[in-house]
């Protein structure tokens, strides 16, 4: 924490009405008449401030400044030794509570090393208070047997203050821990937060960019060219109007596969390409697409034995949707297969043409092409590609299917 631990800042409020608590006690015990020495006014008013000094302190406690973390334990300490060796009643031995807070304000105010020479000093303190305890007036005549019984019951009193000392460290300081790695974890749920708000905002600009880049290739060409036919058609219509009706039906083609594209596109910007079917069935109606476009009838060859989930079959769909369209658009292909099955460990998807092919070494940066090797790779899969002028094309795809113990 960089700013001062205040009561309206105070990360575990319960902590510190622990404090007013044993400070409350402390306090209460000043006030216990004694029956071993007559009630000391003056006494008891200074302690009683010493206390009250003591607890205004803990509304305010330092973690920045280094030096002034130190000055005020040491103030803290003062406090306490004035408040144990000052107060001679036997009511005293409440003012080991004292201690305790010093533990808990130390582990708020120090690392582990510091905390450790705090807890240790307290134990030490603690020990010389009750070694230089003095007796009460008139003295008593002490026998040799109780004096020994006096001697092992401080030493048991000094290891069971030592066990809370250390029990009281050990708490705070797992209450501390807990604190740190929930605060870690909201910082880095918040940052994971923020990259996937990055990366929706990227993969939203790749999907624009490659709508764009679609429309520029297919519709944008499909349009230049239809509007030169028109053109041509209105230069002919006087002088030759058989020919310029040739241009015409030119041009009904060329609307036609613009309006396609238009619905491919719009197909393709679809948060759900499946619409509620099976991949089988989506598999289906893309075959079907293709032979209604084509004349191709493409043969499929499904073999699911294994269940794969939404999170990958969406993925499989589009990268056979987009291996479908760029058949469509560039192999010139008269044949095309579909293979997709599962084994117990991973999924292999084979989409293979008799087109013309490509040079793979000049084909390399292909919107449609490295769509479909991200769409693989971010399921943790294989993408290959193998094609050569012509002699077709070949897609293989594997992916690992996920495993549940």
Not at 49 to 78: C, Q
Request: overall charge positive.
């Amino acid at each position: 924490m960089n700013q001062p631990i205040k009561v309206s800042n105070h990360p575990f409020r319960f902590l510190l009405y622990l404090e007013w608590i044993l400070l409350v006690v402390s306090a209460s015990a000043v006030l216990i008449p004694s029956h071993f020495q007559r009630f000391n006014n003056q006494s008891t008013e200074l302690t009683i401030l010493s206390l009250l000094v003591f607890g205004l302190m803990g509304l305010r406690l330092p973690t920045k400044n280094k030096f002034i973390k130190v000055i005020y334990t040491i103030i803290e300490i003062i406090l306490i030794i004035f408040i144990s060796f000052y107060n001679t009643k036997p009511s005293g031995r409440f003012f080991p509570f004292l201690y305790l807070v010093l533990v808990i304000r130390s582990c708020f105010i120090f690392q582990i090393q510091g905390r450790l020479f705090i807890t240790s000093l307290s134990l030490i303190l603690f020990i010389f208070s009750i070694s230089q305890r003095k007796p009460p007036r008139p003295p008593i005549q002490i026998s040799p047997a109780l004096q020994e019984r006096l001697l092992f019951y401080n030493f048991v009193v000094a290891l069971l203050f030592g066990l809370a000392l250390v029990f009281v460290l050990m708490l705070m300081n797992t209450i501390l821990s807990e604190r740190e790695s929930r605060e870690k974890l909201a910082i880095a749920n918040q940052k994971l937060r923020q990259y996937a708000l990055q990366i929706e905002n990227q993969a939203t600009l790749e999907e624009r960019n490659r709508i764009a880049r679609e429309i520029h290739d297919s519709l944008g060409h499909s349009l230049t060219a239809l509007n030169l036919q028109l053109e041509t058609a209105l230069k002919l219509w006087q002088s030759n109007p058989e020919k310029a009706q040739t241009f015409l039906a030119r041009a009904k083609e060329l609307g036609s596969k613009a309006l396609q594209d238009v619905r491919q596109s719009v197909s393709t910007m679809r948060s759900h390409p499946l619409q509620e079917q099976s991949l089988e069935q989506g598999i289906a109606n893309l075959a079907e697409s293709m032979q209604r476009t084509t004349g191709i009838s493409p043969i499929l060859k499904i073999n699911l034995s294994h269940s794969i989930s939404s999170e990958m079959t969406n993925p499989i769909y589009r990268i056979i949707q987009e291996s479908f369209t760029n058949i469509c658009k560039y192999a010139e292909a008269t044949e095309v297969k579909l293979e997709l099955r599962t084994t117990d460990t991973d999924l292999y998807l084979i989409v293979e043409d008799n087109g013309k092919g490509f040079d793979l070494r000049q084909n390399t940066t292909g919107f449609g092409q490295q769509s479909m090797r991200d769409r693989t790779l971010a399921l943790g899969g294989k993408f290959n590609i193998n094609s050569t002028p012509g002699s077709g094309c070949q897609i293989r795809v594997e992916i690992p299917l996920p495993r549940y113990s």
